[in-house]
């Protein structure tokens, strides 16, 4: 009869009690030592992560109430914030000191630090919910809380159903969020106009720079919105000409907003009203012409986004080239901070569209499926890249 030797078996206890953060306690002087470094236990990281639904609508609160346009001017207290938000003072404390947890807004250091009264001022991070500030989150914050906040609670239910979360929101199957909602809602319409704006400005400038424009005659920014993007290319390219292409709707806003500005770079635009799934040609900007899709085929599905690149294959000149600006998932390492922006939007076109963020192998296989080949990807100083292509 054969002897066998049997098998270590671990510790159950003593694996378990390194699972158990919460009863395996360590020294009180390690414990004040690792929360003072930040270090945190992962059952209280995910606890936190949890938690951390709530704070969008604090910010959300502050924001409608006006309070960072309030401590704009300088320090105020909780009374005097309260008197000009008409809201009560000790409520209003306690929602700025959660505030000044996260990072947004703090209290003046001069009277007891255990008050909760103020007086309050800005941090730079509670700065970018004022309206003109050149960095502003405040647009991008009202869509994704008025928008976005409620679809995001039908998650679980969209993915059983093999659904958008958008439409079951809505208690309309079907309902899309571009075709439907915003047609019908032109106020809901103005604001995601705002929200692409203030998004932009995070990578607006570093598309500019770590691409070469200077190589193209005519800009065609198509879904452009009001002109944003084109508007800095323009003034970094004084030879190019611009061409703004977006929903009808859309282009009737883009125009009364251009009336007021600068009269000399107006006049190197045109404005183009259209529907990329029609059938009529697109502007393409002629022999020496860049079609820009920025964050446009994020926002559909791989049949949408083939007929979107079909019509400007069709309509394009043999010598254009069309340039995608898409994140690409799986550039950075696990849990690496672009990398979470990334994925966090991807998060976003599936709850809210029937569409997703692609690698750029999916994005290379959408363009070759539209009769283009793929000649440059570049990274840039953002989330975002650039996949340049031309006609096969």
Request: aromatic share 8%.
């Amino acid at each position: 009869m054969t002897e066998h030797t049997a098998t270590p078996v671990p510790n159950r206890t003593n694996a378990l009690a390194m699972r158990d953060w919460m009863r395996t306690l360590p020294p009180k002087w390690l414990f004040r030592i690792g929360s003072r470094l930040g270090l945190t236990p992962p059952p209280i990281k995910a606890l936190m992560d949890a938690s951390a639904f709530m704070l969008p609508q604090w910010m959300y609160t502050a924001a409608k109430l006006n309070i960072p346009a309030a401590l704009a001017g300088g320090p105020k207290t909780s009374a005097e914030l309260s008197r000009m938000c008409g809201v009560d003072e000790e409520r209003l404390s306690r929602l700025l000191y959660s505030l000044e947890q996260r990072g947004y807004f703090r209290r003046v250091r001069g009277g007891l630090r255990h008050r909760l009264d103020g007086p309050w001022t800005h941090t730079a991070r509670s700065e970018t919910l004022i309206a003109d500030h050149p960095n502003t989150v405040r647009p991008i914050l009202f869509h994704w809380v008025e928008d976005c906040y409620g679809p995001a609670a039908h998650l679980l239910h969209a993915l059983q159903r093999n659904t958008c979360a958008f439409s079951l929101a809505q208690s309309q199957p079907g309902i899309g969020f571009f075709e439907h909602y915003l047609p019908a809602h032109p106020d809901k319409a103005r604001q995601f106009s705002e929200a692409m704006t203030a998004s932009s400005a995070f990578s607006d400038e570093a598309v500019l720079r770590d691409v070469d424009w200077s190589r193209f005659s005519t800009m065609v920014d198509a879904g452009g919105s009001n002109g944003s993007f084109l508007e800095l290319a323009l003034r970094r390219f004084p030879a190019m000409h611009g061409v703004l292409f977006d929903r009808p709707n859309v282009i009737a806003q883009a125009e009364q907003a251009w009336d007021g500005r600068d009269p000399r770079l107006r006049q190197r635009i045109d404005f183009v009203p259209g529907d990329f799934f029609g059938d009529e040609r697109l502007p393409t900007g002629g022999e020496s012409g860049v079609v820009v899709l920025r964050n446009i085929l994020h926002d559909w599905g791989d049949a949408e986004c083939l007929r979107i690149l079909g019509n400007v294959r069709r309509s394009m000149h043999d010598t254009g080239r069309v340039v995608l600006i898409e994140v690409g998932l799986g550039i950075e390492p696990s849990e690496h901070i672009l990398e979470q922006a990334r994925s966090g939007l991807d998060m976003l076109m599936l709850t809210m569209f029937e569409g997703k963020e692609r690698t750029h192998e999916q994005l290379t296989e959408l363009l070759a499926a539209a009769g283009f080949n793929v000649v440059a990807i570049t990274s840039t100083r953002s989330i975002f890249s650039a996949i340049e292509a031309r006609p096969a």
